[in-house]
């Protein structure tokens, strides 16, 4: 089974803090669901999986295909860069 690529991420949207809100509970345990329904499918590459994480430094949803058998990451959606790019723009916020 061969997957075609994943759009990764609409850039034209704002891009929000993210605050503990009811809602952003909510849309968490539906994407945490939805990972552990693609897992047990036949979706998801043979011997990977998704994991779904909050990234340390921005607190950004993260959803990372790992190897099963290892636990390494070989993909993350979004990209670290994008995180990074989130991540620096944040900060030119806070300074001006």
């Known amino acids: 089974m061969e997957i ?11 891009v929000n803090p993210i605050s503990p809100t ?5 849309t968490v345990r539906q ?3 939805a990972i ?3 897992n047990k499918s036949e979706l998801v590459a043979e011997g990977r999986a998704l994991v779904y ?3 340390p430094e921005t607190r950004r949803p993260v959803i990372h295909v790992v190897e099963r058998e290892t636990g390494n990451v070989v993909d993350q959606i979004p990209l670290e860069e994008v995180l990074r790019m989130h991540a620096e723009m944040q900060a030119m916020l806070k300074e001006s």
């Open 4 to 14: 075609g690529p994943v759009n990764r991420a609409d850039l034209s949207a704002p």
């Open 22 to 26: 009811q809602d952003s509970i909510s």
């Open 31 to 33: 994407v945490v669901v």
């Open 36 to 38: 552990r329904g693609l």
């Open 53 to 55: 994480a909050r990234d």
